[in-house]
């Protein structure tokens, strides 16, 4: 199977392990309208800012977040480049495989 995109395995491996966390595509969602800095994020989520850091760190090693900083503030945006690298990922199961109907098992008690 060809590849199309020059993305490490481990990038989109730690992609699909960020999107994995419930609080985490909850961050992304928050993204999806604004940017937003670490303080408006606990607001929003009701969490306090270390609990944070870590699913933001998380993100941000799976470069599904941009960071800018202004100040003493980071603020988080969406790295949408990254987002169609995961597409495209999957998009190749898709384009480089049969369709195959659901196969039956037989029941361990059948005859």
Known sequence: MQHVCSTSPELVFAGFHALADPLRTHVLELLRHRELCVGELCE????????????????????????RHEGRWIYYSLNLAQFVVLEQYLAEYRRNS???????????TAP
């Open 44 to 67: 929003s989520l009701d969490i306090n800012q270390s609990k944070l850091s870590f699913h933001l760190k998380v993100l941000k090693d799976a470069e599904l977040v941009h960071t």
């Open 98 to 108: 049969e369709i195959m109907p659901p196969r039956m098992y037989a029941s361990p």
